[in-house]
């Protein structure tokens, strides 16, 4: 079995005011207040294009390895629902503003991207789940209409689950860093519909399946791996699979039928009448072009040839600008990269993924960061307790060496209280020093260990290890 997977992506773009009109955008606005007679529909108002728009798609199908058209154009795609009250929707169908994009995926595969084109979006349905006047209301919040996006089609080239979550992480990293869309599917400002197809061993495909309502890059894998095996198994048994739409509940981990699937000649899609052809100069382009900031693959090859850190660290840190300029910070003050690179991925992170929050480098300060690396290298303090530490500053903010200092966490390592602790633990164990002296240095092992509980964990390990050899050679 093979499967066939294609994505189409909606991406809120980061404008001030909407696509076709002045209303500002503010998704935490009272319903209904940031709307006027063009994003409602209202006869006779007439649309106009706002310019950041165009500068927004473009700079996205430039980051995207696109072609970008010159002229393009605007259509009407009919439907009617009571979320889109002009029972039409702009958008970019017969001429589009970029095409033939593709995003590299780790495994080296090329993903390509069809098109990119400009649309609005639609307003809100919010579906009561209380009785309302003895019974169950569904409410309209046309804010959302006229909302900037951009669609994002890719051809049918992934073939796993994982390399759609990939996709849609690359995509996430690439928007957020040239500042078009602030990737957040839970908050609608991603959205994913996932086209699949599964292909037997026989070379029979099955209908191609849509699945939407999809809000976490995780949730993109889980769609798709239930989705593929019910295809899969549908194909076995012999039944034919419906050409539908499915939504995922991610309640249940399963998807349901919603409708079956339109046709592109359902939208009946013609030419918008209130538009002009969009033309934009070869010089427009260039000049966007030249304000893309370095993109996060470029990044990671940076940091791996010039810091000497691992792919996976590199990966990982040039995925979000804030993460990559905190790395780079702590650089300039003086931590070495490879130590920097550790602790952010390996530690750092990890306070944050454990609270699902979004990095935030006030939380844990690069100066923060720097007295931690610094005082376990000089084993001023044990690497356990720095993360103690950490955690502890990440919570409350306060000063590291405050904390220190509270909990008592300073290494003992000066040979004057180290030396008597390590001859009892030499003395009381005759039979292990016999052990060492017929070649078994292995053993030093098991008196730093006893060392260190005999100080609660406070001595320097590193220095015990070095004291421990010498009072068993007789040099103390």
């Given at each position: 079995m093979k499967s066939v997977i294609g994505l189409e992506i909606h991406?809120?773009?980061?404008?001030?005011?909407?696509?076709?009109?002045?209303?500002?955008?503010?998704?935490?606005?009272?319903?209904?207040?940031?709307?006027c007679p063009v994003c409602t529909g209202?006869?006779?108002?007439?649309?106009?294009?706002?310019?950041?728009?165009?500068?927004f798609a473009i700079r996205s199908g430039l980051a995207l390895n696109c072609k970008i058209h010159q002229r393009s154009s605007f259509?009407?795609?009919?439907?009617?629902?009571?979320?889109?009250?002009?029972?039409?929707?702009?958008?970019?169908?017969?001429?589009p503003i970029a095409t033939e994009g593709y995003i590299n995926l780790d495994n080296g595969k090329k993903v390509r991207i069809r098109r990119i084109h400009i649309e609005e979006d639609a307003g809100k349905m919010i579906h009561s789940t209380e009785n309302i006047t003895e019974s169950k209301e569904s409410l309209i919040d046309f804010n959302r209409c006229g909302v900037p996006l951009i669609e994002i089609v890719t051809e049918p080239d992934m073939e796993a689950p994982l390399e759609a979550?990939?996709?849609?992480?690359?995509?996430?990293?690439?928007l957020r860093t040239i500042d078009v869309c602030s990737g957040n599917m839970e908050e609608g400002a991603l959205r994913c519909d996932a086209n699949v197809s599964v292909i037997d061993d026989n070379g029979r495909s099955s209908s191609r399946v849509e699945v939407k309502n999809i809000n976490s890059f995780r949730y993109v894998q889980?769609?798709?791996?239930?989705?593929?095996?019910?295809?899969?198994?549908?194909?076995?048994?012999?039944?034919?699979?419906?050409?539908?739409?499915?939504?995922?509940?991610?309640?249940?981990?399963?998807?349901?039928?919603?409708?079956?699937?339109?046709?592109?000649?359902?939208?009946?899609?013609?030419?918008?009448?209130?538009?002009?052809?969009?033309?934009?100069?070869n010089d427009l382009i260039e000049k966007i072009k030249?304000?893309?900031?370095?993109?996060?693959?470029?990044?990671?090859e940076r940091y791996v040839k010039t810091f000497g850190i691992s792919d996976?660290?590199?990966?990982?840190?040039?995925?979000?600008?804030?993460?990559?300029?905190?790395?780079?910070?702590?650089?300039?003050?003086?931590?070495?990269?490879?130590?920097g690179a550790n602790w952010i991925v390996n530690d750092l992170l990890g306070l944050f993924n454990a609270d699902s929050a979004e990095?935030?480098?006030?939380?844990?300060?690069?100066?923060?960061?720097?007295?931690?690396?610094?005082?376990?290298?000089?084993?001023?303090?044990?690497?356990?307790?720095?993360?103690?530490?950490?955690?502890?500053v990440y919570k409350s903010g306060r000063n590291p060496d405050d904390i220190i200092k509270e909990r008592n966490l300073i290494q003992v390592s000066d040979e004057k209280s180290l030396i008597p602790v390590i001859k009892k633990v030499i003395e009381g164990n005759p039979a292990v020093v016999d052990q060492y002296r017929k070649g078994k240095t292995s053993v030093i092992g098991f008196f730093v260990g006893n060392v260190m509980k005999e100080t609660k964990g406070k001595a320097d390990p590193k220095a015990v290890g070095e004291l421990v050899k010498k009072a068993l050679d007789g040099k103390i």
């Open positions: 991406a809120q773009l980061l404008t001030e005011t909407k696509a076709f009109c002045s209303c500002k955008i503010d998704v935490n606005a009272r319903p209904n207040t940031n709307i209202q006869p006779g108002a007439l649309p106009v294009l706002n310019e950041k728009v165009v500068e259509d009407r795609k009919n439907y009617f629902y009571p979320d889109l009250p002009k029972g039409y929707q702009i958008t970019q169908y017969f001429h979550k990939e996709f849609m992480e690359k995509l996430r990293d690439i889980y769609a798709l791996e239930y989705e593929i095996d019910r295809i899969s198994q549908s194909l076995k048994e012999g039944k034919d699979v419906k050409h539908e739409t499915r939504g995922w509940d991610f309640v249940t981990r399963t998807t349901v039928s919603l409708r079956s699937k339109e046709e592109e000649n359902d939208y009946r899609y013609f030419p918008e009448p209130d538009l002009p052809v969009l033309e934009v100069s030249n304000t893309l900031p370095e993109l996060p693959d470029q990044k990671a996976y660290n590199a990966k990982i840190l040039s995925r979000d600008r804030l993460l990559s300029t905190y790395f780079e910070s702590t650089i300039s003050a003086g931590v070495d990269p490879k130590d990095f935030d480098p006030k939380k844990v300060p690069v100066d923060t960061l720097k007295i931690l690396v610094d005082y376990t290298n000089s084993s001023k303090i044990s690497r356990l307790s720095a993360k103690e530490v950490m955690s502890e």
